[in-house]
């Protein structure tokens, strides 16, 4: 299997902060990779496909990074409404993997 | 309108048995993958496996192989997920999702309590 390493697990920020969250693979998966953000109660919502493509109806704020083994997800500057989890997924080999998962949360 | 519109929240008690549902719309049912999600009370996401409905080609995580079953009819543009025997541990709130994420359904909690 194929083990993604998200980090950190968890962090406080203040609004308006740039955030980064890195998610780190085993082994090489190209650009297979998606970021999806979930608030408490919701279904996930896919930010970022094929490791930097950004969904329509995302705001640019949210950029996504990397190849190969090491990826990053970066928030240039919190918005309150970005108070959530943050997952990565692999599909580039079975089983597919999430990372861990990061909340972001107010300091 | 692509949707996924799964099945309502079940309460049932160990050693039953279990079909919950996803059905699509708005898009060629049997042309895109379907994948299960599991997401256990307080924690993270867990892909479960997938199928891609027009010819039922079903990819299974170690961790859940033999555990439950996916299937789909793709006359009604419906997947599923079951379990033949349920246990405490399978309380979860479970998702369906197109391809790798793109949609998802509402989510199906799952409770297993005697």
């Known amino acids: 299997d194929i083990q993604m390493t998200q980090s950190p697990s968890s962090l406080s920020a203040s609004v308006g902060d740039r955030v980064t969250i890195t998610c780190r693979a085993s082994?090489?998966?190209?650009?297979?990779l998606g970021w999806y953000q979930q608030k408490p109660g919701k279904a996930p919502k896919r930010l970022i496909s094929?490791?930097?493509s950004l969904q329509s109806g995302v705001p640019s704020r949210f950029s996504g990074s990397g190849s190969g083994t090491e990826f990053t997800l970066t928030i240039s500057s919190l918005q309150p409404e970005d108070f959530a989890t943050y997952y990565c997924?692999?599909?580039?080999?079975?089983?597919?993997?999430f990372g861990q998962g990061t909340k972001v949360e107010i300091k | 309108e692509v949707q996924l519109v799964q099945s309502g929240a079940e309460v049932k008690k160990p050693g039953e048995s279990l079909k919950i549902s996803c059905k699509g719309s708005?898009?060629?049912?049997?042309?895109?993958?379907i994948g299960w999600v599991r997401q256990m009370p307080g924690k993270g996401l867990e892909w479960m496996g997938m199928?891609?409905?027009?010819?039922?080609?079903?990819r299974y995580s170690p961790s859940f192989q033999g555990l439950v079953t996916i299937s789909a009819d793709k006359s009604i543009s419906t997947a599923y997920l079951q379990w033949s025997s349920l246990r405490a541990s399978d309380t979860a709130m479970y998702y369906c999702?197109?391809?790798?994420?793109?949609?998802w359904g509402q989510g199906a909690l799952v409770t297993v309590s005697s």
């Open positions: 999702t197109r391809q790798t994420g793109e949609y």
């Open positions: 708005g898009y060629t049912f049997a042309t895109y993958w």
């Open positions: 199928i891609y409905p027009s010819d039922s080609d079903t």
């Open positions: 082994q090489g998966i190209r650009n297979d």
């Open positions: 094929a490791a930097s």
């Open positions: 997924l692999q599909h580039n080999g079975y089983p597919w993997t």
